[in-house]
């Protein structure tokens, strides 16, 4: 009787495998049954809302932003759209998704990002929704990495240009007047000097290897007359006096001890300036609305970057776009949605985006309209707005899109200058060949 | 006749009740085995053995990161050794290896000495030692980054006080991958020492009252008691912390100094991210994964060889 009570059947074994095995696919099943159906939901991947950590009011203001819109958008349309937090885009959860072919409908990009995602066709042409006249509402300078072959593939919902923020107590503690703000490089490096000998904060570029770096180097490349390709896009144009001049220039400053390797407070410039950790700081216009909120009676001021001798003022335009995900449920909607959001000539879509520069954040418009009804509501009135508007956005270049092997070669010949010593005509020359090793056999749209 | 016949032979293995058999008492224990072992081996197979073996696949492959796969042979692992930045890594790697496995088994075996002696408050910093184990790394690499921020860190601080001129701990590309290795080694010692302990409390207290009785000192109670009986730990804490040093630890790169500056600290791992994660290049990235594999497959193999499997035979 013992072994009969012990032992279990094949049968019974067999069965239990079964139900288990069941009860792990039954879900697959099921989620593959509800997928057949027509889609009411798109998911809206940003890193706005629903934030979970909403402490400060731009945070606050921002997150209401993508509510009200969605909130909006929800009420007149039967598709429904889902905001979804992510923490920061580009990140593997997005590439993770997107390779198992499961991202969201709806997402947000920058630049860097948008070659790779147009030629995994994975980004719906918007501007078959748009009309004429809406697409020729966006400034063309900012919408150049956005456009394919004449096609939008992305609407910008801001611009955000560089300037260089600095700290006006730390400039008066070291004597410095405004009169004597930086024009040159040379200015720049004599004021970085000043403030070393004030001991007061240093200046401060970005230092991290990554996209963001490249993107506040690029100014000092462009400002010398600078292109990575050739005009024809066939061949590389780095290795070249501009890129060493600009190279060379973000050497000597850490050579000089002028500057720190390493940014401060996590590169945070409110931070930095109200605990006297920097006094002069390579940004963005972003930083406006948080010294508005974090450090309201901080006592600051922007100029526009300095430029080499014979140099053209020249800063980047950064900013995100919304996108829609070609192989997503409803491309289509999705499509729709983002045109509706940014890209139509409805009023409430131009003051949709006027509310999100001018109100939940400080940028600039990315659309002539929304300029116009923004500045009228007084959101270039005060003294660094109107500098960023009027002095500061019309020398930009939109954020290039370049592919990340010509990414990976410039932040290499940045990192080799800036952090070991490297030599700029040594390092742009080595860049400038990895650029033509990957254009010999580069097939996609034209580099710019 | 020969149902009769197969009956006889099979004996007790199949009673027949009701028209069911009855399973041999190996068979039930068969069973149990493969109960017992079904959860690891599944949980194995899923998530170790068929990744590992998509990942070897993929390396012969282009893909996009959408769904789009090419097959290109073994141009991946030709393009692997053209790469300067991938045989920099791999020789930083192999510097950080170098460095951190003896290092870490070095502290490791001193501070298991050190908290196997009984004092006053031993609980207090074994529990102390191991804290940083159980800590997230992400806040262990955000915490290292504000203390060696340059200028207003709190090491920087501590060295100007004392009158000392400090480096830039994480921005200077001759120096940043000796910090990162200072951070590993700290938060890496509670768990290997742990480990050691446990080998250590294994020895027979008899041997080390024999060897005080001939008159031993503490290094030659160490050195002819203690090692020869720690071998079999300090073989599974070689093999084992080599394989975490070489394949772990890509989450305090990223946060503590991204792989920089100038590509100083971009170990093998971290470059295997970047090119998937931040590139697109899964192909690729599953080349060098897979490369890496065989590297540590070989390794373990050599050292199970001079080991005779981690037995050592004098232990024996």
């Given amino acids: ?448 | 006749m020969s149902g009769v016949a197969a009956a006889t032979r099979t004996g007790t293995r199949s009673h027949a009740q009701g028209g069911r058999r009855q399973l041999s008492r190996r068979g039930r224990e068969r069973l149990a085995a493969a109960f017992f072992l079904a959860p690891d081996v599944i949980g194995l197979s899923l998530f170790v053995i068929l990744p590992m073996i998509f990942c070897v696949v993929l390396g012969f492959y282009q893909a996009d990161g959408f769904g789009d796969y090419t097959f290109i042979g073994l141009d991946n692992y030709r393009r692997m050794f053209a790469d300067p930045i991938f045989i920099s890594s791999l020789e930083t790697t192999l510097l950080y290896l170098v460095v951190i496995v003896p290092g870490l088994f070095i502290v490791s075996l001193l501070l298991a000495l050190l908290i196997r002696q009984r004092f006053p408050g031993v609980g207090f910093f074994r529990s102390a030692l191991f804290a940083p184990n159980v800590v997230s790394l992400v806040v262990i690499a955000l915490i290292w980054k504000f203390m060696l921020t340059d200028q207003i860190g709190f090491v920087d601080k501590l060295f100007r006080d004392v009158g000392l001129t400090p480096p830039s701990w994480l921005g200077n590309p001759h120096i940043a991958l000796w910090a990162v290795i200072g951070v590993t080694i700290w938060f890496s010692m509670g768990y290997y020492m742990l480990i050691f302990l446990s080998g250590l409390q294994d020895i027979p207290r008899e041997y080390y009252e024999v060897a005080r009785i001939d008159g031993a000192n503490a290094w030659q109670s160490f050195w002819n008691v203690t090692w020869p009986l720690l071998k079999p730990t300090s073989f599974f804490i070689l093999l084992t912390s080599t394989v975490a040093m070489m394949t772990g630890g890509l989450d305090l790169l990223y946060v503590m100094t991204s792989g920089g500056p100038a590509n100083s600290t971009t170990l093998v791992i971290y470059y295997i991210y970047e090119q998937a994660f931040v590139y697109g290049e899964y192909g690729y990235a599953s080349a060098i994964g897979a490369f890496i594999v065989a590297i540590l497959l070989i390794w373990s193999g050599i050292l199970f060889a001079l080991t005779k499997g981690g037995r050592f035979s004098n232990v024996d």
């Fill in chain 1, 1 to 448: 009787m013992a072994p009969a009570s012990r032992g279990v059947s094949r049968r019974t074994f067999l069965k239990g495998a079964s139900a288990v095995a069941g009860a792990a696919a039954a879900p697959t099943l099921l989620t593959g049954c509800g997928s057949s159906s027509k889609p009411k939901e798109l998911v809206f991947w940003n890193f706005y809302s629903p934030n979970p950590a909403v402490g400060s009011p731009d945070l606050a203001a921002q997150d209401k932003w993508f509510r009200d819109m969605v909130a909006s958008w929800n009420s007149q349309n039967e598709t429904k759209i889902k905001l979804e937090y992510v923490t920061v885009l580009g990140n593997p959860k997005e590439a993770t998704a997107f390779a198992a072919g499961e991202g969201p409908d709806i997402f947000m990009i920058s630049p860097g990002d948008i070659l790779r995602y147009y030629s995994g066709n994975a980004l719906v042409d918007l501007g078959q929704y748009m009309t004429k006249e809406a697409i020729d509402d966006f400034y063309p300078n900012n919408m150049q990495s956005r456009l394919m072959d004449g096609k939008v593939y992305a609407l910008p919902m801001e611009v955000e240009p560089l300037a260089m923020f600095y700290s006006k107590p730390a400039l008066e503690k070291a004597h410095i007047s405004e009169a004597e703000l930086p024009k040159t490089w040379d200015d720049l490096l004599s004021l970085g000097d000043k403030l070393k000998s004030a001991k007061q904060g240093p200046m401060c570029f970005s230092t991290a290897p990554g996209y963001y770096q490249n993107f506040t180097w690029y100014p000092f490349f462009w400002q010398g007359g600078g292109d990575v390709v050739t005009k024809d896009g066939q061949k590389s144009a780095f290795d070249a006096k501009p890129a060493i001049d600009a190279l060379r220039f973000w050497k000597e400053p850490i050579q000089q001890g002028i500057m720190p390797r390493v940014e401060p407070a996590a590169a945070d410039v409110i931070t930095s300036f109200t605990q006297g950790y920097a006094s002069v700081y390579l940004n963005g216009i972003w930083n406006v609305s948080g010294f508005h909120y974090r450090a309201p009676k901080f006592d600051y001021g922007v100029f526009p970057i300095p430029t080499p001798p014979g140099g053209k003022p020249t800063t980047t335009l950064g900013g995100w776009a919304f996108v829609a995900n070609a192989r997503g449920k409803d491309p289509e909607t999705a499509a729709k949605f983002c045109v509706w959001a940014l890209g139509s000539m409805e009023a409430d879509s131009i003051k949709r985006v006027v509310d999100w520069c001018i109100h939940a954040k400080s940028d600039i418009s990315p659309r002539k309209s929304a300029m116009a009804q923004a500045t009228k509501e007084g959101g270039y009135d005060s003294p660094i707005m109107k500098q960023f508007k009027n002095d500061i956005f019309p020398t930009g270049r939109g954020e290039p899109r370049y592919p990340p092997v010509i990414y990976k070669a410039i932040s290499d010949a940045i990192q080799n200058c800036q952090l070991a010593g490297g030599d700029p005509a040594d390092q742009a020359s080595i860049a400038s060949r990895s650029i033509d090793a990957y254009l010999k056999s580069y097939q996609g749209v034209k580099i710019t």
